[in-house]
């Protein structure tokens, strides 16, 4: 059975603090994705991972993809406020399917 | 580029009763997607078009939801009976190949569905 977890479920943390996310899945894929969600918001796009060793940044977001051991790391270096939101990973199919995970809701605390 | 529409975005029903979601997904893009998401859940594929054939419902429960996609544009997605556990918001997307091959989603502002 696909599985996608992420953990922590929930994060608090306060501003200027570093903090991962991490993403397994039970099935090995080479494409890896991360959502991010805002409250009564639909998902955008953050990252997209196509290959071992990955690594793309983008402000104080940084995600990683290591497919030998199934899974995706999503750092947040110096949080501020605005990042408080949820993020998804999701995982690539054969078929061009997208599997999220359970979610990580975030807040950042001044 | 216009995003994905969706409508209504808010719709509130009775058990038993029927409701149909309709979508509009980005020109050009191929593959559809229908996403149910619960609250404090993840998305969940239901139905994925493309064209308008399925590639894949394997999670959709057929015996109360029905999609279809006529001429690969649109779709709308329909449920009946409700039932309670039907609550949450049904997601569409649609994507296109646009970064080295792999396909990128883009979700619809999403409908909004209480059962009671």
């Known amino acids: 059975e696909l599985k996608v977890e992420q953990n922590p479920l929930f994060l608090s943390m306060q501003e200027g603090k570093n903090y991962t996310i991490y993403c397994n899945y039970s099935t090995t894929s080479d494409r890896l994705y991360w959502y991010r969600q805002d409250p009564g918001k639909s998902l955008e796009s953050l990252f997209v991972?196509?290959?071992?060793?990955a690594v793309k940044q983008e402000g104080r977001l940084m995600a990683s993809l290591d497919t030998k051991a199934r899974l995706s790391t999503l750092h947040i270096t110096a949080a501020v406020h605005d990042l408080s939101a949820t993020y998804f990973c999701a995982r690539g199919g054969t078929g061009n399917q997208f599997y999220f995970g359970t979610g990580t809701s975030l807040t950042v605390i001044p | 580029e216009a995003g994905v529409a969706q409508s209504p975005r808010y719709k509130i029903i009775e058990k038993r009763q029927s409701v149909a979601f309709w979508c509009n997904p980005i020109?050009?893009?191929?593959?559809l997607y229908w996403y149910q998401q619960i609250l404090g859940q993840g998305p969940k594929l239901l139905i994925q078009f493309q064209n308008n054939g399925v590639v894949d419902d394997s999670q959709l429960p057929k015996d109360r939801f029905s999609a279809e996609r006529l001429k690969g544009v649109d779709s709308t997605l329909k449920i009946q009976p409700a039932k309670l556990e039907d609550s949450a918001v049904y997601l569409c997307?649609?994507?296109?190949?646009?970064?080295?091959?792999?396909?990128?989603?883009?979700f619809g502002a999403g409908s909004r569905l209480t059962v009671l």
């Open positions: 991972l196509l290959s071992n060793g």
């Open positions: 997307a649609s994507s296109s190949i646009r970064v080295a091959g792999a396909n990128v989603l883009t």
């Open positions: 020109s050009g893009h191929a593959t």
